[in-house]
């Protein structure tokens, strides 16, 4: 189900002025895989996106589709088709439901922004039916939900979805892994980065692990989720 | 007759002082500056009229879209080269620079168009009608009206086009619109260009009520200062609102107490409402 490699990070160095972060990340994304990128607070994972959405410089390989992000600017990686679900949501909350999802389409001139409204209104039916409410006043589950559906607006060819579970009920987050699987089966490559592992595992093909700044562990997530490694620091002992 | 002649004037002006401070209103709201130079814009609004109307000869009317426009570019350059410089940072700098805005566009405007002043006199300048007894001045009437129609278009871009949901959400989440590929130095400037446009109108509409000069700008300032805060800085329509009621106060001020004590009533309108209702009116844009 995996094909060519949509995203391509190489011995990737960034960091924040003086202060380096990253220590040379490999790390790859083949289209219609969903990879999960793993590791405690403070690992790299959110500098990581940093670097790939072209916020903060960084020295190394990164491509996207082929073409070499490095000197592209945040709006340019964006309108190639690389989107962000940010962490914390970062809703415009005294917009109603269907203005954030315009201005996921804020850039698109094409002439299909009404069919990606049915379409992310079959994935997430709990928006169509709030459409008209101010995106702030839901539940912290419903703005997440609100927050994938603006980036799917957007039209993404890779979906980065930083911290998805953070703060929401079990029960939520297996909604929102469920949502994640029928996004991929509509042809959206999806990198998720997670501190829970469990749900990361749940749905990903393939996971990378990383600790102060580097790759430590990478493979399917069958295997991942056996080594030892792995499983005395994130999944604890408990079988 | 005198009091619903003076109520009736009252509203008639207070149109005018909405529009003076709807584009202030609307720069403070999405902006977060304190635009101490919008009485110098409104003033450089009436000096375009003034002179497209002298010099060509144009009716002063069909001269307001002209302005308009040459206010857009001139306050979209203002905030493209030199505001976007303070946006976000702390109040004081704002207030600064706009306040040096301020000083040097009322003595560039003195030494271009002397001190002299000047009136904005078409030929229907002086004529009216009755409606009940009342004297309706056609002038005042247009231009409340054109204060109106103005306040609508702005709140229908703001609500209702894409351009309006932007501004909105760039004002309630920069990072968020950013990552979705809204360029705010670019929407500064176009929000900043429709407050310096509408203060253009308003400048024109006020050499055609009363006089130009150089200086009137720190009055108008003031004026559209109280005005956005008693109207809010969310809704167009409750700034003619709050126009209208300033408007009303200061001339049944001027009826009762005496014209000098015009501008005692409008700032003291201002605290008033700070201590009856405060915050509500001036949060969120």
Partial sequence: MSGEELLTVGALHAGYGAAPVLFGVDLAVREGEIVSLVGSNGAGKTTLLRAISRTIPARGVLRFAGEDLLPLSPEGAFSRGLVQVPEGRQLFGRMSVEENLAMGAHRRRDGRVKASFERVYALFPKLAERRRQLAGNMSGGEQQMCAMARALMADPRLLVVDEMSLGLAPVIVDLLLAVLRDIRAQGVTVLLVEQDVFAAFEVADRAYVMETGRVVREGPVTELAHDPAVRDAYLGAAE | ?285
């Fill in chain 2, 1 to 285: 007759m005198v009091l619903p002649q003076i109520l009736l004037n009252g509203v008639l002006l207070g149109g005018l002082y909405g529009l003076m401070a709807l584009g202030m209103a609307l720069v403070w709201g999405v902006l977060n500056i304190v635009n101490l130079s919008h009485g110098a814009l409104i003033m450089l609004g009436g000096y375009a009229v003034y002179f497209l109307f002298t010099v060509t000869g144009l009716d002063p009317f069909a001269a307001l879209p002209v302005a308009m426009a040459a206010m857009f570019a001139f306050g979209y350059l203002l905030q493209r080269r030199l505001l976007n410089l303070v946006v976000r940072s702390a109040l004081l700098n704002t207030l600064l620079i706009t306040f040096g805005l301020d000083v040097v566009l009322t003595y560039l405007a003195q030494l271009a168009f002397t001190a002299d002043f000047r009136t904005i006199n078409p030929t229907y300048s002086g004529a009216n009608f009755a409606v009940a007894g009342l004297t309706v001045p056609v002038v005042r009437l247009a231009a409340f009206g054109i204060a109106i129609a103005l306040a609508a278009t702005l709140w229908f871009v703001l609500a209702r086009s894409p351009l309006g949901r932007a501004i909105r959400a760039t004002s309630q989440n920069l990072t968020a619109a950013r990552l979705y590929g809204v360029d705010p130095g670019s929407l500064y400037a176009v929000t900043f260009g429709i407050g310096a446009a509408l203060a253009g109108a308003a400048g024109g509409l006020y050499g055609m009520v009363s006089n130009l000069t150089p200086y009137i700008g720190a009055e108008l300032t003031a004026k559209s200062f109280v005005i956005a805060i008693i109207g809010g800085l969310s809704n167009p329509f409750n700034v003619i609102l709050g126009g209208v009621f300033v408007g009303v106060a200061e001339s049944l001020a001027a009826l009762y107490l005496g014209p000098t004590f015009t501008n005692v009533v409008g700032f003291g309108l201002l605290v008033g409402i700070l201590v009856v209702r405060p915050s509500p009116s001036i949060r969120a844009a």
